[in-house]
């Protein structure tokens, strides 16, 4: 396996400022805990908001077919159907995913004992999910035996979310490192004319003769890292 970074594509809702923040942080917690290893492509890092919505949107795209893994955020009582679309093109081009839902509330329509989402976004290849329930992670962190005496009565609420932080991080660090240790879905023999398909596909607003030629490069970066 190469030793370069592999990046990692958040995915989630991003129309607040904590949907903002807590993709950042989970970003970085990530990176701290796996020590450089998996780097994070935020994307609300790369958005400009003067670009018309097709023009985002490709961006996203771009950057999700170029990364090496991705993690998307599944919590709400209906999930985020921009991160739903997203999560499928991973799939189809064969990027290992994690899905990451901390909501505690259940949603869905698979049986007891299922994932708390709709039937037609699981069981796909080379994906884990990590289930957890931010309040419990959140109210453990407030009443944990190690919490310095020295903290201020006002900050405990953020000393309890860098606890909560740190337990999703290492989770889905775990996650990571399992789903991209399973052998590739697609076959090696039908990777390039996949990539090819895939820069058709979207209907990007430049056309796809220059997405061609990048998301190839996409896939020999992936096929260095032994990932396809």
């Known amino acids: 396996m190469s030793s370069a970074p592999l990046r990692i594509y958040l995915a989630g809702e ?12 989970l970003a970085q917690a990530i990176w701290d805990l796996s020590e450089g290893k998996y780097v994070g492509m935020v994307p609300q890092d790369h958005e400009q908001r003067e670009n018309t919505a097709h023009g985002i949107r490709d961006q996203d795209l771009r950057a999700l077919f170029c990364c090496d893994v991705a993690l998307f955020h599944y919590d709400g009582p209906e999930l985020d159907s921009g991160t739903v679309v997203e999560f499928l093109f991973a799939k189809f081009a064969d990027i290992p995913a994690v899905l990451l839902r901390t909501d505690f509330r259940q949603g ?4 007891k004992g299922g994932e708390p989402w709709n039937l037609m976004t699981s069981f796909f290849p080379r994906t884990k999910t990590v289930l957890l329930n931010a ?3 959140y109210h453990a962190g407030l009443n944990r035996d190690d919490k310095p005496e020295t903290i201020a009565q006002e900050k405990r609420g953020i000393d ?3 606890v909560m932080i740190d337990r999703v991080a290492r989770e889905c660090l775990a996650a990571l490192d399992a789903v991209r ?3 590739p879905a697609l ?3 039908l990777a390039g004319p996949v990539y090819e398909w895939l820069a058709r596909l979207p209907g990007f607003k430049d056309g796809a003769d220059g997405m061609r030629e990048e998301l190839a490069k996409c896939l020999a970066a992936k096929q260095e890292k032994k990932l396809l």
């Open 14 to 25: 991003l129309f607040s400022a904590k949907h903002l923040l807590g993709n950042a942080v």
């Open 108 to 111: 869905g329509d698979q049986i």
């Open 135 to 137: 309040m419990e992670l």
């Open 160 to 162: 309890a979310s860098m």
């Open 181 to 183: 240790a399973e052998p």
């Open 187 to 189: 076959p090696k023999e």
